[in-house]
């Protein structure tokens, strides 16, 4: 099988994990029969401070034909996040439909949990996170700029349309797993969306007998992430929740740079897209340390979503085995000292043929 393949290394550190992850995406593929073909697009904040903008005016309309996306980060010390993020990731997700996220979360044998007692294993959950509305939806305004009485609104906005599908998908997963889905709201404080958000899934919960349903308030499930990780299997959550507590749920499983995720266009109209949960990491970025591993991951769900879980399970397996090994080269973020080139030289050294 061939696939067409859009990638967009973005900014900072995400050009340096697209690029080394690539070999390792083609061996797999060789050893699977699958031919990726890679269309690159330079997009980003290096375009926008020499166009003024992130990418072109037909930029989403150029990825549609794709099979897939890869994306590194996005980010820049001399732009504000709120332009880069607005310029690139938010149209894509929100114009291909790409309403759901997923982002697993686990405690690789082999890698330290800042948590207490925690080994290999003993986390593993899976967070679907709202994609492309409720606190992301570029709703509000600005008045009376630099006054006293200066004021901002930022609206959220829920349709029944994207709650239901943000949380069918996970209560299909939780089906498919250990069959717990934690719903997490702060319906208490957030009166109109988040009411709705609860009343659905309780809705949805009636299709789904067989899940056990339980609900937290996000203060009271970002607690819960640090003191009973165990007692997560699948989560469920909107926009800004989701991603907020998937850093919590990046760095109790060890490291930001082992985070994948996958921006889902469940109804198979337009292209998902696949990044690492961490950002472009100016600070590191150009020396040549960042962990490609959350990118590599990320490959893994691209193909899963390809429907190759043969390829999948090649690339998460030489991933386990390196982590499992101490004598393996790891990047600094993991307490080791080597760079990117050497961990992926590394995986491909695994790679059975
Ligand atoms: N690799 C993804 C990336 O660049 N993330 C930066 C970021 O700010 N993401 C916000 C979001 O995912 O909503």
Same mark, same amino acid.
């Given at each position: ?6 990638? #967009? ?5 995400? /050009? ?19 031919? !990726?073909?890679?269309? %690159? ?26 099979? *897939? ?9 001399? #732009? ?16 291909? $439909? ?32 709202? $994609?492309?509305?409720? %606190? ?31 949380? &069918? ?18 319906? /208490? ?24 349903? %339980? &609900?937290? !308030? ?20 909107? /926009? !800004? ?6 850093? =919590?749920?990046?760095? #109790? ?9 996958? /921006?889902?266009?469940?109804? @198979? ?21 960042? $962990? ?12 899963? %979503? !390809? ?5 999948? @399970?090649?690339?998460?397996? =030489? ?7 101490? $004598? ?6 993991? @307490? ?5 080139? *050497? ?11």
């Amino acid at each position: 099988m061939s696939y067409e393949i859009a990638l #967009i290394p973005g900014d900072g550190i995400g /050009n340096t994990v697209v690029d080394a992850s690539l070999p390792l995406l083609d061996a797999v593929g060789d050893r699977e029969g699958i031919t !990726l073909e890679y269309t %690159e697009f330079d997009w980003g904040s290096e375009r926008y401070l020499e166009q003024g903008s992130m990418m072109p005016d037909d930029g989403v309309d150029r990825l549609r034909p794709h099979d *897939a996306i890869l994306l590194g980060a996005v980010g820049h010390p001399d #732009i504000p996040d709120h332009v880069t993020l607005r310029g690139l990731m938010l149209p894509i997700r929100k114009r291909l $439909n790409q309403q759901v996220c997923k982002r697993p979360s686990i405690l690789y044998e082999g890698v330290e949990s800042p948590l207490r007692g925690y080994e290999g294993g003993d986390i593993d959950f899976v967070v679907f996170r709202e $994609n492309t509305e409720g %606190e992301y939806a570029d709703v509000g305004g600005r008045e009376h700029r630099g006054f006293d009485h200066e004021l901002a609104i930022q609206s959220a906005v829920f349709t029944r349309e994207g709650t239901e599908t943000v949380v &069918r998908a996970a209560f299909e997963a939780a089906r498919e797993r250990d069959g717990k889905l934690t719903n997490v709201t702060k319906s /208490n404080a957030q009166a109109y969306g988040m009411v709705l958000w609860d009343e659905i899934v309780a809705e949805l919960s009636e299709e789904y007998p067989d899940v056990e349903v %339980e &609900r937290l !308030l996000v203060d009271a499930a970002a607690m819960d992430f640090i003191r009973r990780p165990e007692a997560f299997d699948v989560v469920v959550a909107s /926009n !800004l929740f989701g991603d907020i507590l998937t850093d =919590v749920g990046a760095i #109790i499983a060890g490291s930001m740079g082992l985070a994948p995720s996958a /921006n889902l266009c469940v109804d @198979g109209d337009a292209p998902s897209m696949f990044e690492p949960v961490h950002g472009s990491a100016p600070d590191i970025a150009g020396q040549g340390i960042a $962990n490609p591993l959350a990118t590599v991951l990320s490959g893994a769900m691209l193909f899963d %979503e !390809l429907g190759e879980p043969a390829a999948a @399970g090649r690339l998460r397996r =030489v991933v386990r085995e390196q982590l499992a090994d101490p $004598n393996a080269p790891r990047t600094p973020d993991l @307490g080791g000292d080597s760079g990117t080139e *050497a961990v992926v030289a590394d995986l491909l050294d695994r790679l059975e043929d």
